[in-house]
């Protein structure tokens, strides 16, 4: 069998050009998206009203139930219905792919920052928030001033690893067609007949991003330890 490892040379503009910009712009996003819903359900979850935290709940529980692929399919088809009722069309409107991975993936990853967040909260002194409601704030101040910017610094690590999960995760949406960075190394597969040295560049690929960033992660984890 003969090997052409020279197609990859010749496509680097493409599939990291085209390819890994679109895995980087949707993980970078859907970090911030999910990152934002995780920390609104935690709050939701540790609150005292039984029904804010049983919806928090049961949403994560519902959303870590369900195969990351099959809620890519449900809001694939399902966004452009949402939107057509929204904006009274009486008809689907088309968001694009990437608008509805992008809506997949922070609703799916913001069940996990959601419990990773509650960690976080919870790892704070009681002592804390109770000196925040002796001089006066209430739950959001106490929330906002005092507990979350440490629960924040104290998950750093885990919510960056969680990160990283999500960067690998986002190679499922070549399943709607999408060209991101395995979509792209599988559309070069595909038309010059070199699956083998492809796929075996893409494996590399994401080895080397995934076990550098977890290999930065834990510095900074070893770090922020000393610093305790």
């Known amino acids: 069998m003969h090997f052409d490892f020279e197609i990859i040379l010749r496509t680097l503009p493409y599939v990291f050009g085209i390819g890994m910009v679109f895995t980087l712009k949707l993980t970078f996003l859907a970090t911030i998206g999910a990152v934002a819903l995780g920390t609104l359900l935690a709050m939701m979850r540790l ?49 694009g792919g ?9 609703l799916f990853e913001a069940a996990y920052f959601c419990e990773i967040m509650r960690a976080g909260i919870q790892s704070i002194p009681r002592g804390q928030v109770g ?39 986002t190679s499922l949406v070549y399943v709607l067609s999408l060209t ?8 070069v597969a595909q038309r010059d007949g070199r699956l083998v040295e492809m796929f075996l560049f893409a494996a590399v690929v994401y080895f080397v991003i995934s076990y550098t960033a977890s290999r930065i992660v834990k510095t900074l984890e070893h770090r922020m330890a000393i610093v305790r």
């Open 47 to 95: 609150s005292s009203n039984r029904i804010l935290s049983g919806a928090a709940g049961s949403y994560v529980n519902f959303l870590r139930s369900l195969p990351l692929i099959l809620i890519i399919f449900w809001f694939y088809f399902l966004v452009p219905y949402i939107v057509g009722w929204v904006t009274g069309a009486g008809r689907p409107i088309a968001v």
């Open 98 to 106: 990437f608008t509805s991975a992008w809506i997949t993936f922070t």
């Open 131 to 169: 000196a925040g409601y002796a001089l006066g704030l209430n739950y959001w101040q106490v929330m906002g001033h005092i507990v979350l910017p440490q629960a924040f610094r104290n998950m750093t690590p885990v919510l960056l690893t969680q990160m990283i999960v999500l960067f690998q995760d």
């Open 180 to 187: 991101d960075f395995l979509g792209a190394a599988n559309n």
